[in-house]
């Protein structure tokens, strides 16, 4: 029985660590729609300012949805 717990709750991970990469990505999008300049060409020219923005999307929507999903579980 135990193996079951632990193999229900190895998928709840993955599928919560998915889920949490696909917002990421929909947040980033949205930022990048939202600004007047483009997020990639940015980032490339290592402009640190809009690296720490993004990393603040990252981490906001990355604690965000794994409270979500950590409560979920529950």
Do not use: C, H, P
Not at 45 to 72: S, T, W
């Amino acid at each position: 029985m135990q193996l079951a717990a632990m193999i229900v709750n190895f998928i709840y991970a993955i599928i919560g660590g998915l889920l949490t990469l696909f917002f990421m990505y929909i947040g980033y999008r949205i930022f990048d729609k939202l600004t007047a300049f483009n997020t990639s060409e940015e980032l490339a020219k290592d402009n640190r300012a809009v690296g720490m923005v993004v990393l603040g999307i990252f981490v906001g929507v990355g604690i965000a949805i794994g409270l979500v999903i950590g409560l979920g579980l529950n």
